[in-house]
């Protein structure tokens, strides 16, 4: 019986790799041109040629499996494909000695499934380009053949039993795990509840569940109990903002301490647990975490490419990469200080000793894109490798709007400009048929266009400007190929917008938009813009065992179920809030009206209802407004008519050390109100219990501007969904109105006061998507 599999790929990865990282520009094709590729080889072959061929064998336990890219039984040819794009003379040689050991360990698994005495070996190299196949053979014997399988599964025999023995005693560990407090928060252990069910049956959960109850915890150890009775292979903590990691680190840390006071457990199951010799409380736990953290954070040394003549820590990366890894996965512990201390002791990159070790770690907390996006590091490793993964993802109310931005593009005509003013030779032709074609695309477009229109959405895509910016895309490719060193950074740039774009092109449909913003002559922008990221994300959600989208709001079900792509056999689950409707007074002002024409008229009212709660209960405030000229003007003219009051506003682009200090002042015996934008750095996820925030001002619904491109959007979606005007405007406003409001009442001791100034807020629609828990909400001013 098989203790431990592996994919052919993963083996050659951790076997066969030597030598330098090296990641200088190489013009590889993309997924989907590698796929094209791999079918056009397969259609010059054969009518009995066997395409994505199937082969698995075992060695003393050790399961491994893959699909060969195909296979001539008359030919007696087993071929591996690669596609590639420019020189094949510039490839690595310990690239091209990788994709032999692949080929070699697929011969190995053929000949003994099929019995065969010999086999020619092939690599195909396919330039995706020009379609040109270079065919590299080998004879091998099936004897050769199993000796070199032998030889890499040997190699990696002795990982694969201490990952099988790390699987046991960490399925024994969790199988034991306890809730390290006494007992649960108030709504904590339905929350639990809810995700340990959803993690039994496979299902997708949106839980809505009050800040403040700790939901980060209350997540984590459900889904880690649930780990070995389902088989996970990962759990993903995927965060929105960097906060998120550090409060998933802490939950963790918190799991992996031995606890002094009698534990809490989720209730048993049918299914019994894993019997256990371990007390989890007598040693440290096995768990291995690791943080995810971007490139640029990662790296020693910035401004070095990452190759090994330019970077101490790329030369020999291969050739030490093994002593890290084992160093690694024995500490266990790896958070972003726990893998630079590891990396830098065996001289290997940060970085990329973490991209290595999302293979080996339990757990894997990172960003939101590591899952979802086009190119996503876990996504990608849990297809190659089958991996049952159970997904957390925090503060999920921000996902529409990320995921939108990971599936949208956008030109710059200025950039190409620039770019075309001092590009070589080589790139002048090219670089001029995409001027020419701008040119044509915007005299047509203003030529049915009022003078003063600025936003132009278009009907369909411009097909002549994708194509001249296709053929740009392969002349600046064949360009690098023959000038690696002219790799300048902007070149680079534009090469990667300009593939980034023409992929989403091929996909375009009536999940996004295309429209070009005119700024001036020679100065418009092209965009590629998804308003329904439900259609790329939905094979994400697919793809995981179980996935787990939590926030405070997260309500409408449907607009996230519709927007997000979720699985049909969802379910939405809101925890009853700890919180009562007596610990927070909520007043709305409908006397009010922030509408952008009455904003001049709206600021004396704000700054009398600003007063009069203060003069009535002194303390800390946060006001929100829908804009930075909005906020300014209102606090000037407060300034003026109460000069004693200590006040002090987030501004535009502020560094981390100046929300921090704007967060400092709120103390806890402290006095004043921190005016701040709706939506901003202080609208969510910041934590001011007690005396140190009392109440908060809301002198906005939150909606998004009216302007063309939204009124484009709440078309398509009133055209999917026919809930185009919420979808567009009242639910995503609410959204931050209720994350704003939120920051006030943060534990079970808190009281205080919330005051929504907009007589819109007194509609029955609006007033519908506030938490229930707030009760009666008294109105003032309705009939004034």
Not at 56 to 62: A, F, I, K, P, R
Not at 722 to 734: A, E, K, V
């Amino acid at each position: 019986m098989s203790r431990y599999r592996i994919a052919v790929r993963t083996l050659c990865d951790f076997t066969a790799r030597e030598g330098d990282l090296d990641h200088r520009f190489t013009p590889a094709p993309s997924a989907q041109e590698g796929i094209e590729g791999h079918r056009l080889v397969a259609s010059r072959r054969g009518e009995d040629y066997l395409a994505e061929l199937p082969l698995s064998g075992e060695y003393q336990g050790l399961r491994v499996a893959g699909r060969a890219d195909g296979f001539d039984p008359n030919a007696n040819r087993l071929e591996e494909v690669k596609t590639y794009r420019g020189n094949l003379d510039r490839m690595a040689a310990n690239q091209r000695a990788l994709h032999w050991a692949q080929v070699k360990v697929y011969g190995a698994l053929l000949c003994a499934e099929q019995r065969l005495e010999r086999v020619t070996l092939a690599l195909v190299y396919l330039e995706i380009t020009s379609g040109q196949e270079t065919l590299l053979t080998q004879e091998a014997s099936s004897t050769e053949l199993q000796a070199f399988f032998t030889d890499q599964c040997q190699r990696f025999l002795v990982w694969a039993e201490q990952e099988y023995t790390h699987r046991l005693r960490r399925d024994e560990w969790l199988a034991t795990l306890t809730f390290p407090y006494p007992d649960f928060r108030p709504g904590q252990r339905p929350l639990a509840e809810d995700v340990y069910k959803a993690a039994s049956t496979g299902r997708c959960l949106l839980a809505q569940a009050p800040t403040g109850i700790g939901k980060t915890l209350g997540t984590l150890f459900p889904m880690l109990s649930a780990m070995p009775r389902q088989q996970l292979d990962k759990v993903a903590f995927l965060t929105m903002k960097t906060p998120g990691r550090r409060l998933a680190l802490d939950a963790l840390a918190r799991l992996s301490a031995p606890s002094s006071s009698p534990p809490t457990s989720l209730p048993s199951t049918s299914t019994p647990p894993i019997s256990s010799s371990l007390s989890p409380s007598a040693l440290a736990s096995p768990l291995r975490v690791l943080e995810l953290v971007a490139r640029q954070k990662a790296c020693e040394y910035l401004g070095a490419a990452c190759q090994g003549d330019a970077c101490p820590l790329a030369a020999g990366f291969y050739d030490r990469l093994p002593a890290a890894r084992q160093a690694a996965v024995a500490r266990c512990w790896l958070d972003r200080d726990g893998l630079r201390e590891v990396a830098l002791a065996h001289s290997v990159c940060p970085y990329y000793l973490g991209q290595e070790l999302a293979r080996w770690a339990d757990v894997v907390v990172g960003d939101v894109n590591h899952w979802f996006d086009s190119h996503a590091l876990l996504h990608g490793l849990a297809q190659a490798n089958d991996w049952r993964v159970g997904l957390l993802v925090d503060e999920a109310h921000n996902m529409v709007e990320r995921a939108r931005g990971m599936y949208s593009a956008e030109l710059s005509q200025q950039r190409l400009s620039r770019l075309r003013r001092r590009s070589p030779p080589a790139l002048a032709k090219p670089l001029a048929r995409v001027g020419r074609q701008w040119q044509a695309l915007t005299k047509e477009v203003t030529s049915y266009a009022a003078a003063s229109q600025r936003y132009h959405l278009l009907d369909t895509l411009p097909s002549k400007l994708v194509g001249s910016l296709q053929t740009l895309a392969g002349a600046i490719t064949d360009y690098l190929v023959e000038h690696p060193d002219a790799a300048s950074v902007e070149l680079q740039e534009l090469l990667f917008e300009a593939l980034g774009f023409c992929r989403l092109a091929e996909r375009f449909d009536d999940h996004s938009l295309c429209d070009l913003a005119i700024y001036g002559r020679g100065d418009a922008v092209l965009g590629l813009r998804n308003v329904i990221p439900a259609d790329f994300l939905a094979a994400r959600f697919k793809a995981a065992h179980s996935a787990v989208l939590f926030s405070a709001t997260l309500s409408p079900f449907h607009y996230y179920r519709d927007l997000l792509g979720l699985p049909q056999s969802s379910v939405w689950r809101e925890v009853a809030s700890p919180f009562s409707a007596c610990q927070l007074e909520v007043r709305i002002r409908a006397d009010i009206s922030t509408r952008y024409h009455h904003r001049e008229v709206s600021v004396t009212p704000i700054v009398e209802a600003l007063s009069d709660q203060y003069q009535r209960q002194p303390g800390h405030y946060l006001a929100f407004f829908s804009s930075f000229a909005y906020l300014e003007k209102v606090m000037a003219q407060f300034q003026l008519a109460h000069p004693t009051v200590s006040v002090f506003a987030q501004t535009r682009g502020m560094q981390e050390a100046e929300r921090d200090a704007f967060l400092a002042r709120f103390t806890p015996e402290g006095k004043g109100i921190g005016f701040a934008v709706l939506g901003g750095a202080f609208a969510e996820g910041i934590d001011l219990p007690g005396e140190r925030l009392i109440g908060a001002f809301i002198a906005t619904l939150g909606l998004p501007p009216f302007n063309d491109f939204n009124e484009a959007l709440k078309a398509r979606l009133n055209a999917r969904f026919g809930q185009g005007d919420d979808y567009t405007y009242r639910i995503p406003g609410m959204i931050k109105v209720v994350q704003a409001a939120g920051r006030v009442i943060r534990g079970p001791e808190d009281e205080g006061t919330v005051i929504l100034m907009d007589d819109r807020f007194a509609q029955a629609r609006v007033r519908a998507l506030l938490p229930r828990w707030w009760g009666r909400v008294k109105v003032l001013g309705e009939n004034s």
